[in-house]
């Protein structure tokens, strides 16, 4: 192993280590974000009051499972939280945020209000279905998901898909509070957009620098696991906290009954209008398509590629940051080998899916980041037709217009290196050959 740290370049190879070479290299690497990533004052200030009472930010703001429950029961005035396998999942959850992600004031502030946010949007559904079960009865017709390695051009495909006037994507406000909330006064403004603007903007006002990574806006298109969230379903989860010991559980558990619970809400929002056929994304549905054909038969889905050098490094970074926003200590030595792994067998087992047609082969369309970047209407359209679809005149002024208005690097650029992340362009290229080869992967350095 060595390491190495000066200014804005940091390497860190990570082969054939020990437990103590892996903590000495996360205390390089968090001091290097400490130095990258200064925290505003205001952020600083409410962790340093978990430093005023002995370094316990918990007895400022308690995770306790049980509690919770009470506080979204008393907070809603409902009781029945529904069916399901969520409750150990959100038992097994909550124990490893205590025990594992090593939270500051802040980071225990924001995953409290993630948690009752879930918890409340649980007893909502549970609701809505017992007062009106004809939402069952709604038909959700070949949804679209966008998938692909993390920073494969999933967000602005995304985007540029939802342009299309056929088709409805959830936004962000929806996927939050995707019902009514109980305390509103009735005949008043809907408050859920407003809401959903600030618990975004926190991301940013956290960490400035999020913006540049990732644009978040309540009118913006979301991925569907933010609510999947409310299952407690791994995804978003273990993207925002360190938690290896739910990651692992949740890897070995069939994913089919999140997908149910995500139908649910798929129904709940189009009962409520309109009635399109739905546009999702998300990396996080690459390695668990079999659950959503099993829930869908006749779902869709968009592939995306990008080479590897660029979305490995790239899906760390974020992730990263992600943690950072709420926790000292990210123990990125671990995720870095995880991330590279993962994807790894992800793309190989969706490629064999396609190839043995264990996966529907004839529901794939694939959209090469490059060539959308090119030319995204031509893009968009070759992977339109894979799927039996054409763009129409109005989608594609549409995409022209939504372009315009949203230049690349409108938050600012992002820069960093596959070494900063202990990576090399060449081993990315090796690792992943069988991927790049397989799609015909364009390469960019």
Partial sequence: MSTAASGGTRRVYHHGRNTEELDYMNGVQEAWMSARYRRPDWVRRINLMGDAVGGRPGDLVALDADELLRAAQA?????DFGPGIWREAYEKLVAAIEAEAQLHTLGRLMTRAALLRSL??????????????????EEVLAPIVISG????GTTITFELLAQDPELRAPLAWEGLHPLPLPETPPGSIDPRPAIAESEQDFWEDTQPEFAAIHELRATLPVECITFMAADFHHAQWS??????????????RDPTPHYEFH???LQILQWQGPRKRWLLKSPGHLGSLPSFFAVYPDGCVVHTHRDPVKTIPSTVNTTVTSRWLRTDHVREAELCQGVAIG????????????KSRALPADRFGDIHFQALMRDPIAAIGDGYAQLGMKISDEHAKRIVSYLEAKPRAKHGAHKYTPEEFGFTTAGLREQYLPYTDHYAVELEA
Avoid at 122 to 128: A, F, G, H, N
Avoid at 239 to 252: G, V, Y
């Fill in 239 to 252: 993207t925002e906290l360190d938690i290896p010991s739910f990651s692992q559980w949740a890897a070995m």
């Fill in 75 to 79: 907070s809603t005035g409902l009781g």
């Fill in 263 to 265: 139908k649910r809400i």
């Fill in 120 to 137: 409340r949007t649980r007893l909502l559904v549970t609701r809505i279905l017992d007062e009106h079960p004809e939402i069952l009865d």
């Fill in 149 to 152: 390695p993390s920073r494969s």
């Fill in 343 to 354: 994807f790894q067998m992800m793309l190989a087992g969706v490629a064999e899916g396609r």
